[in-house]
């Protein structure tokens, strides 16, 4: 007698089972559908924006590093009474260190040796896209050069770091103090100098 109850018990559970997969089994309702498609809305609304955060973190690094080389060779041209060149290759999105020492019997740029003149190459997504230089103009193409004095002075120079959606960063060199400024947005050389007095 035990025996077939068991039986029964199985039997009613897999009648059970089956009643449970049929009911699930037709799908979604249109309602059901509705919501979630709202709430993947609503969430995607919300966290969007934190994603652009995201997107120019490279860009972002990029004009601190370039801003952190330029602090340097100005407190580096003072302290060795050399004259320092951060010289961009723009064809090549890069830029390096050149040393001129003025007191050499015969004075030529060559590269800084060390750490401070290994070639800083942009990653794919970042491009440096003119430099200004005052007196010399605005240069999209070809090698140009931004130099720092051993006298404490410097180039006035502005530098635009972009990347591929078109978020633009730009970097102003004070002749008189060294200090990089940096604001993101594409401002004109002659705004950024009037902005930095």
């Known amino acids: 007698m035990q025996l077939r109850s068991t039986a029964l018990g199985r039997g009613q559970m897999n009648n059970c089972v089956k009643r449970s997969a049929l009911r699930y089994g037709q799908g979604f309702t249109l309602l059901e559908l509705a919501v979630v498609l709202f709430l993947i809305g609503l969430i995607m609304t919300i966290a969007m924006p934190h994603f652009a955060v995201f997107g120019d973190a490279q860009l972002k690094s990029e004009v601190r590093r370039l801003a952190s080389h330029a602090n340097y060779l100005y ?4 302290a060795q009474k050399v004259v320092l060149r951060l010289t961009f290759d723009l064809d090549h999105d890069r830029y390096v260190v050149m040393r001129l020492d003025p ?21 794919p997504d970042v491009h440096i896209r003119d430099v200004s230089v005052e007196g010399a103009g605005t240069f999209r193409r070809g090698t140009v050069g931004v130099q720092f004095y051993p006298g404490g002075a410097a180039d006035a120079a502005v530098i635009h770091l972009v990347d591929t959606i078109g978020t633009v960063f730009t970097l102003a060199i004070d002749p008189f103090s060294g200090r990089v400024s940096v604001a993101r947005g594409d401002l004109s050389p002659l705004r950024t100098d009037r902005s930095s007095q």
């Open 75 to 78: 407190q580096e041209a003072g």
């Open 103 to 123: 007191f050499a019997p015969q004075p030529v740029f060559m590269p800084e040796s060390g750490a401070a003149g290994a070639v800083v190459e942009m990653p």
